[in-house]
């Protein structure tokens, strides 16, 4: 069965450094094809893809956050990370992580966590 | 990036309806396709891949067509359960993901 879980800070104030852990099970990110995605989705807005990082340990980030953005996993923990730098108020969201599949697009999903920035 | 735009952005239907919604890709991604449904509050769910499979469990009212920039999901015949959002997302570059901007199905 596979499941995944999003974790972090339900509020950042602007400019700090958002974290955000996927904790996953049911696959293992050292298996040839599998890759995580984060996506994330404003208030009544569209869903937005950030980066994704694959089982080779290659990494791919939007091309509008890529500045921002850092993905990273720890295979044994079965975690994945995102770090958003700078954070604003209209990075307000809901922050999914899902697994992907080379070839495949993301079909199991976190529950998603919502982060807002404030001061 | 690859831009991907929905149509209509609102669609109003009842339950037994037939409906379609159309999304159109900026350049051609093959077969490269997924559809979504979400629901409020929920993660979005897999529907549709590689333009019309059918993702295990999904209802065979559900049903994609199209290749290269066009693209349709129908569903046969409305239930209940089906008002909800629906995205179109592309992933011909697995790494350069892009969705649609949504088509919200209401009742009517």
């Known amino acids: 069965q596979v499941t995944l879980r999003e974790s972090g800070p339900a509020l950042v104030k602007p400019t700090q450094t958002l974290t955000l852990t996927c904790t996953f099970s049911g696959f293992s990110l050292s298996t040839s094809g599998m890759c995580v995605s984060w996506i994330r989705q404003p208030p009544g807005k569209a869903l937005e893809w950030l980066a994704l990082i694959d089982w080779d340990d290659d990494k791919y980030y939007s091309t509008s956050l890529k500045t921002r953005l850092t993905i990273s996993k720890d295979t044994s923990k079965n975690q994945v990370v995102l770090t958003m730098t700078n954070m604003d108020p209209v990075d307000t969201a809901t922050y999914y992580c899902?697994?992907?599949?080379?070839?495949?697009?993301?079909?199991?999903w976190g529950q998603g966590t919502l982060v807002t920035v404030s001061s | 990036d690859i831009q991907m735009t929905q149509s209509p952005s609102t669609l109003s239907a009842s339950v037994g309806d037939r409906v379609t919604i159309t999304c159109r890709a900026s350049q051609s991604i093959s077969s490269w396709l997924a559809w979504y449904q979400q629901k409020p509050g929920k993660a979005p769910k897999l529907l549709i891949y590689k333009a019309s499979s059918l993702e295990s469990g999904v209802p065979s009212r559900f049903s994609g067509s199209g290749s290269g920039t066009e693209f349709t999901l129908t569903i046969s015949s409305l239930q209940p359960d089906d008002f909800a959002t629906y995205y179109c997302q592309q992933y011909n570059s697995y790494f350069a993901i892009t969705f649609g901007q949504g088509t919200r199905l209401e009742i009517k």
């Open positions: 899902a697994r992907t599949r080379l070839r495949s697009p993301p079909d199991y």
